[in-house]
């Protein structure tokens, strides 16, 4: 995919660490703090024991591809499993 | 997974245009959905506000968000990844507020091993 240099055995956290290891010199002080201290406030309010659990039902939606094409989710699961990945964004 | 019969969808709060993008970028062969407002991941219960002190940040990073979103709300879906079988129940839920953790793609196919065993 975007990162051809890794071979994709190569376990997903690992290429996230020696991504950081090759960034993080470039980060001024400053603000690597401030990332460090707002994700430590966003992990203690407990935010992510909150949201949908295994055994629970996924809500049903419909939205829109770039190409203007609805996909109602209900309709993606006939044909059998889906797996849901939210992102934050290409930036 | 999608040799096990899975279907894939990317949901972002992200407008079209920039979708659009993402999905080429990457070379993506799943449709790749712009929620708007965050309507789905607030239904997944993932939406937070980016801390005040993070936004001119972002946007001196490129990451401006209410251009990206198209309001100014500045909220953000926390990177979550879902298994759901054909019946809509949750099987594999991973998230985590700490953005720089991402689930291992073999955990998602484990996961769907077992369903279709069963």
Request: charged share 20%.
């Amino acid at each position: 995919m975007s990162t051809p240099s890794h071979s994709l055995n190569t376990e997903l956290q690992e290429q996230i660490s020696a991504f950081q290891q090759q960034m993080l010199p470039n980060i001024p002080k400053e603000i690597l703090a401030t990332f460090e201290k707002t994700t430590t406030e966003l992990v203690r309010s407990g935010i992510a024991e909150r949201s949908l659990h295994v055994g629970e039902k996924a809500p049903d939606f419909t939205l829109a591809t770039a190409q203007g094409e609805q996909v109602k989710f209900s309709e993606v699961l006939q044909k059998g499993p889906a797996v849901v990945t939210f992102y934050r964004g290409g930036w | 997974m999608q040799a096990l019969g899975a279907s894939i969808v990317a949901i972002a709060p992200e407008q079209p245009v920039k979708t659009v993008a993402t999905s080429e970028k990457d070379h993506l062969t799943f449709p790749v959905l712009s929620d708007a407002g965050n309507n789905v991941a607030r239904q997944f219960k993932l939406v937070f506000p980016v801390a005040e002190v993070l936004r001119p940040i972002y946007k001196n990073i490129g990451a401006d968000l209410p251009a990206y979103n198209g309001d100014e709300s500045w909220e953000l879906p926390m990177p979550g990844t879902f298994v759901v079988d054909k019946s809509g129940t949750v099987r594999l839920a991973f998230v985590d507020a700490d953005y720089t953790r991402r689930l291992e793609p073999q955990a998602i196919v484990e996961c769907l091993r077992q369903i279709t065993q069963a």
